[in-house]
């Protein structure tokens, strides 16, 4: 029988390094996975899930069972490590152009040197983002990939905030559709 998540976090805190490796070992795949379904980008991924894993070591000693179990707890910490990610790229100048050419497909044939990873997904999220109205696609790419909120995104767009977060919510739900009929 395994080592329970929580004595693996317990072994953390107390500074045992193998109980530290199980750890990653253990929940690597997940934290990495939704690292990516954030940031978008495998390299920037790696960087947030090593992110997350440092911040979980970190805080291992005030990890209490009674308010939730491990996963959700790392995977929490990873999802704020990857949000910090993406509002940092926020700051970055928005050009709508550059928003249209990634949407439509034409921003690598502008010149842009990619990895073979990044452009395989890429295409991933152009296949899926084909499936959404043009409005859904832009509004879940100015949430997902820019961070913007709805609100934002409604002033952006000059529609009004209840618009804005169902274009969200619309735009996730059809991307959930899509993503789960591609993993089976």
Do not use: C, N
Not at 138 to 149: H, K, R, S, W
Request: proline share 4%; hydrophobic share 50%.
């Amino acid at each position: 029988m395994g080592v329970s998540d929580e004595a693996l976090v317990a072994g953390m805190a107390a500074g045992d390094a193998q109980a530290a490796a199980g750890f990653v070992r253990r929940f690597q795949p997940r934290v990495y996975g939704l690292a990516l379904s954030i940031v978008g980008v495998p390299a920037t991924a790696e960087d947030v899930a090593q992110e997350a894993f440092v911040r979980a070591w970190r805080f291992a000693g005030g990890y209490d069972p009674r308010r939730g179990g491990v996963a959700p707890w790392l995977l929490a910490i990873a999802r704020h490590a990857a949000i910090d990610v993406v509002r940092m790229r926020r700051d970055q100048p928005y050009q709508p152009e550059v928003l249209l050419a990634m949407i439509s497909g034409t921003e690598a044939a502008a010149g842009g040197e990619w990895a073979a990873d990044e452009v395989a997904e890429a295409d991933r999220i152009r296949s899926a983002l084909a499936v959404l109205s043009r409005e859904q696609a832009t509004a879940v790419v100015l949430a997902i990939f820019y961070g913007l909120t709805a609100k934002e995104i409604a002033e952006r767009e000059a529609v009004p905030l209840g618009t804005a977060k169902t274009r969200i919510r619309l735009g996730m739900a059809r991307l959930r559709e899509h993503f789960e009929v591609l993993d089976e």
